[in-house]
Structure formats: structure tokens, C-alpha cells
């Protein structure tokens, strides 16, 4: 009697270790499938590859974390609602009022701000004025002194627009400073928000190749951007496609003669309609188009004042004198890792 009990002690305690065994069994299985089929997938979704079928359901809820500019329809709730839109409108429209035919005056090359400053300076990683508000006035190693927004804004003018400076008094530097402050409104003092400005492209291994660059040209940019980069004008006199060499584009102070500028504002945003979740060109072809555009005829500009510090003259810069060993050619095309790392050892 003694023993049958303790015989159906022991295979009961035996049935539960082997259902404890299972269930666990079946934790280790479904982990294991977790983490196949799981992971990939979030990893597809960083944003630097074309986005796949699968990850764009999840665009919506991505954008929510990035960052976005106030709803214009706000505007009329501001303290100055007329001198912001009117600054939007400056943006928008810099042509209509500052171009060779400006209704203020005749200031500017006839491009708008908002041909590189996508979306009225609001597009992620459009070259927005999202950080703006929030990290100006400041230190510029360009100038060597102290910028505020409306020093920065006639750099554009006299740089990327290749026009004369707006006297930082007038009504259209108040308006458009005042837009620009509205943009970036929210966001904290010294903070800048991801998505800012131009994204970063990693530097390539060997220097950007102008030929190559040529081809990707003529396949991807000049149905619009036209045969010699002089862009197409609409009947008005403003551009329905802006130049991108030749006397009416941006002068050798600009941005975007930079490389590393131009390379990343492309690879995010061109062809027309590219964006940061549906580049359209690879980094090798990002950086070779720049290296074709950037080779061809622009205007020039005195640059004799720029970086009076010569160490903080950007990898990038392809106009010596230089801090370090490598000449124009190298600065201007690359490789840039040698050069960075180069520059870091000095620090
Ligand atoms: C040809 C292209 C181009 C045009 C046109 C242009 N800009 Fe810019 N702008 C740039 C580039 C490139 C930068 C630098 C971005 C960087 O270094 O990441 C810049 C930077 C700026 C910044 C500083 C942004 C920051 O986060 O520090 C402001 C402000 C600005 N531009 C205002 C203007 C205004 C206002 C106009 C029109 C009057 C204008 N820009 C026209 C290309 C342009
Ligand atoms: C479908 C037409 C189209 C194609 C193709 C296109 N672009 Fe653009 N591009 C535009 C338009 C339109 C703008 C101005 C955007 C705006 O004002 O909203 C622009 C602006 C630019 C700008 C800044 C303004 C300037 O003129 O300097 C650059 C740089 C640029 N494009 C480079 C390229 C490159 C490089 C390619 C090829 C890889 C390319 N684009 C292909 C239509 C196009």
C-alpha cells in the first residue's frame, strides 16, 4: 500500500518536470523566432536604404519622433503675425522681391532661399532653420567672430544668392529673422533637433570622381537642372528648375560648394522628391555629382577674410592656405578621412 503511493508520487512529480520542460521548450522556440524575423526588420527601418514595403507602415509612426516645424495656420496666433508671413513669403518668393527684376530691390541672383532651404526651411534634413533660433547668435569659425541670424542670413545673400547684403535693419531681414525664429520656436535654447540642417555623409575612401559624376548628371539631374546647369525659368522670370553652375547660381563662398555640403543636401533630397526615407542616390553618387557641379564655372567671391584660423577651416575647403600638409586638389575632392585624422592627432 506504502509502496503504490509512493510510486504515484514519483510519476507525478516526473509528468510535471516534463511539462515544465515543454513549456520552456516552447519559450526557447519562440525566442528563437522572435529574434529571426524580429530584428531585420527594425534594423531595415534606420532610413539610409530605399525603404522597403514592410517598413513604410511604420513611416507614419517614425515621424511623429521626428522633429517638425509649428503648423503655418498658427502663424495668425503670434504676437507679429504679419511680419512672420511676410518673412515666409520672403523665403518662398526671395526672387519676386530681391531677384534681378525685385519688387524691393535688386539685391539677389534670382533663386529663392527655399531652393536649398527646402519647404520654406522646414523639410527634414532639408537644410531646415530648425536649430537656427535655438544656436544663434553664435560662434563661426568662418567669420572668426560672433554670428547673429541676420549676419548669417546675408552670408546666404551675398554668398549662395551672390547678391549684396540686406542692411539688418530693414523690414525684410526683420521679417525674414522673425520667420526663422518662428520655425525653430520650439526647441530648446542650444538644442538641435535630429533632422537638422544637412545630413552627414560618411567621407568615401578615395576622392569624388567629377567624370563619374558627369554620367549620374545627364541620367539623373539634367532633365531638369538642363544641359549647361543653367536650370529653366518660368514665363514670370523665376525659376521652376534653379541653376546649378554658371553666373545666376551660388558664387565659390557658398555652402554648397563645399563637397560634403552639396553631397549630403543631394543625397536627401534629389532628384526632386527624394527625401530622407526615400533617397534616391547612393553616397559614391551623391559625392561624385557634387564633384562634377562643383567643377564647373561659377561666380566669384573675394574669400580673403574667411577663417582667419586656419585650423578651423573645414576638411573640406578647397581654397588654401591650410593648417596642415595636403593641397587644394585633396581638400577640395578627397579623401577627407586622411585629412581628419590628421588634424586629429595635431589636437
Ligand atoms: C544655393 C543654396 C542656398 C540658398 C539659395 C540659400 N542658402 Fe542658406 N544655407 C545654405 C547652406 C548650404 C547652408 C549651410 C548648411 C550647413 O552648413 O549645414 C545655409 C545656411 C543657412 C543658415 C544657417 C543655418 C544653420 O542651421 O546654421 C541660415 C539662417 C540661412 N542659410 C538662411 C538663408 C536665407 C534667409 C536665404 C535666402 C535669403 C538662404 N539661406 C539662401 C544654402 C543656401
Ligand atoms: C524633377 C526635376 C529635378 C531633378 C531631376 C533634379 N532636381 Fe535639383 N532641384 C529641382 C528643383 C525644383 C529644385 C528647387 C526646389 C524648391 O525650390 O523647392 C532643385 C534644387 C536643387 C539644388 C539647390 C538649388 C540650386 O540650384 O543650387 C541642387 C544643388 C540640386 N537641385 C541638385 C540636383 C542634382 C545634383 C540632381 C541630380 C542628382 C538634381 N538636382 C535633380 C528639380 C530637380
Known amino acids: 500500500m506504502l509502496e503504490e503511493n509512493q510510486n504515484k508520487y514519483y510519476l507525478e512529480v516526473i509528468t510535471r518536470l516534463i511539462n515544465v520542460i515543454i513549456i520552456l521548450l516552447i519559450v526557447i522556440v519562440l525566442m528563437g523566432v522572435i529574434h529571426f524575423t524580429g530584428l531585420p526588420k527594425f534594423k531595415k527601418n534606420t532610413g539610409d536604404v530605399g525603404m522597403s514595403e514592410k517598413s513604410a507602415a511604420r513611416t507614419d509612426q517614425k515621424k511623429t519622433s521626428h522633429w517638425q516645424a509649428p ?34 530691390s535688386k539685391t539677389a541672383n534670382g533663386m529663392n532661399c ?96 567629377p567624370q563619374r559624376g558627369k554620367e549620374i548628371y545627364a541620367l539623373r539631374c539634367k532633365s531638369c537642372h538642363a544641359n549647361g546647369g543653367e536650370g529653366k525659368l518660368n514665363s514670370d522670370g523665376s525659376y521652376l528648375y534653379p541653376p546649378l553652375w554658371g553666373e545666376h547660381s551660388y558664387n565659390i563662398g557658398a555652402g554648397l560648394y563645399r563637397l560634403s555640403r552639396f553631397a549630403g543636401y543631394v543625397k536627401y533630397n534629389m532628384p526632386n522628391g527624394a527625401d530622407f526615407e526615400n533617397p534616391q542616390l547612393s ?10 557641379v562643383n567643377s564647373q564655372p561659377r561666380p ?16 573640406d575647403h578647397p ?26 592627432k595635431e589636437k
Open 114 to 209: 527655399q531652393n536649398c532651404h527646402l519647404e520654406a526651411g522646414t523639410k527634414y534634413f532639408g537644410n531646415n532653420y530648425s536649430a537656427v533660433s535655438s544656436t544663434y547668435p553664435k560662434f563661426r569659425e568662418r567669420s572668426g567672430g560672433i554670428e547673429t541670424i541676420q549676419k548669417r542670413v546675408n552670408d546666404c545673400i551675398e554668398r549662395s544668392l551672390n547678391g549684396k547684403a540686406l542692411d539688418s535693419s530693414s523690414k525684410e531681414m526683420q521679417a525674414m529673422v522673425a520667420y526663422i525664429k518662428w520655425v525653430g520656436k520650439e526647441v530648446p535654447r542650444k538644442e538641435k533637433p535630429e533632422g537638422a540642417g544637412i545630413k552627414d555623409l560618411a567621407y568615401l575612401d578615395r576622392p569624388a570622381d
Open 300 to 315: 566669384k567671391k573675394d574669400l580673403k577674410k574667411d577663417w582667419p584660423n586656419l585650423a578651423g577651416k573645414p576638411v
Open 71 to 104: 503648423d503655418t495656420n498658427e502663424i495668425k496666433n503670434e504676437n507679429q503675425p504679419e511680419l512672420i508671413a511676410y518673412g515666409r513669403r520672403l523665403i518662398v518668393s526671395t526672387s519676386f522681391y530681391l531677384g534681378p527684376h525685385g519688387q524691393v
Open 319 to 344: 581654397f588654401g592656405p591650410y593648417a596642415d600638409p595636403f593641397n587644394e586638389q585633396q581638400h577640395k575632392y578627397g579623401p577627407f578621412e586622411p585629412i581628419a585624422q590628421a588634424r586629429k
Open 283 to 292: 553616397d559614391e553618387e551623391a559625392w561624385d555629382v557634387a564633384a562634377f
